[in-house]
């Protein structure tokens, strides 16, 4: 981050070169996931407020558990970018979702998509569930 800062000869360089990094153990941290960095890290940025005393993110301890959040919060994420008035590619995503979802007339493919929302679907009631601390099935 220094380098960059000095780079593009950010005025705060000096400061933010003079500043002590600190690591946090977080209880929710993961060892063998190399693909959610990005999840993490924007859960964190969302949540961290610049205190020394722990914060809290919400992810769970448990890796089924914390799958699904995980899931789940990359979904908000790609929506959010689809969605975004900035994408310029909105209207062309748009349109053509449109018209897959109005010709879909494959069989296997109704069958997969019916298949993912259902997935889809019981994420968010575990997630519901969970948060409220309503034990269930397989899960608490």
Not at 3 to 27: F, Q, T, W
Not at 86 to 92: E, R
Not at 95 to 114: N, Q, V
């Amino acid at each position: 981050m220094v380098g960059y800062l000095k780079d593009v000869k950010h005025p705060s360089v000096a400061r933010m070169a003079a500043i002590m990094l600190m690591n946090k153990n977080l209880e929710w941290a993961t060892s063998d996931n190399f693909n959610d960095c990005g999840v993490f890290a924007m859960s964190h940025m969302e949540m961290y407020k610049g205190s020394d005393v722990e914060f809290e993110c919400g992810f769970s301890t448990r890796k089924d558990i914390q799958d699904m959040q995980l899931l789940n919060i990359r979904t908000k994420i790609t929506t959010k970018q689809i969605l975004s008035e900035a994408n310029v590619y909105k209207a062309t995503v748009m349109y053509l979702a449109r018209k897959a979802t109005r010709s879909l007339r494959d069989e296997r493919m109704r069958k997969m998509l019916e298949k993912e929302g259902a997935k889809q679907e019981k994420c968010w009631n575990t997630l519901s569930k969970w948060k409220m601390g309503i034990k269930f099935e397989g899960i608490g």
